[in-house]
């Protein structure tokens, strides 16, 4: 685990494999530390009990996913969304994101 920062008084961390899946999507660790710095919104997914934190800009975002145990944030995966306004709407209408 790497510690990377902290988020709402909890120390953030990362693992190997989430550090794979981040690039996978073409962002980096600096990404994600811009989101927690200054989020645009956070959520509640209900389906799967994390924290998703989103950061917008003009439409377009990065969302992060992060699992909350042990007072640690761990970041399980983080992607770029060119429509991520309408994709958090969907989710809110839905109830999956509260």
Same mark, same amino acid.
């Given at each position: 685990? =790497?510690?990377?920062?902290?988020?709402?008084? &909890?120390?953030? !961390? *990362?693992?190997?494999?989430?550090? @794979?899946? +981040?690039?996978?999507?073409?962002?980096?660790?600096?990404?994600?530390?811009?989101?927690?710095?200054?989020?645009?919104? =956070?959520?509640?997914?209900?389906?799967?009990? &994390?924290?998703? !934190? *989103?950061?917008?800009?003009?439409? @377009?975002? +990065?969302?992060?996913?992060?699992?909350?145990?042990?007072?640690?944030?761990?970041?399980?995966?983080?992607?770029?969304?060119?429509?991520?306004?309408?994709?958090?709407? &969907?989710?809110?209408?839905?109830?999956?994101?509260?």
């Amino acid at each position: 685990m =790497i510690r990377i920062g902290r988020w709402r008084g &909890r120390d953030v !961390v *990362v693992d190997n494999r989430s550090v @794979e899946k +981040i690039e996978r999507h073409g962002l980096s660790i600096d990404d994600v530390k811009w989101v927690l710095s200054k989020p645009s919104s =956070i959520y509640f997914n209900t389906r799967t009990n &994390r924290r998703i !934190v *989103v950061r917008l800009k003009n439409g @377009e975002g +990065i969302i992060v996913v992060l699992d909350i145990y042990n007072d640690k944030a761990y970041v399980v995966t983080a992607w770029y969304a060119s429509e991520a306004r309408d994709l958090v709407k &969907r989710r809110r209408k839905s109830g999956r994101w509260i």
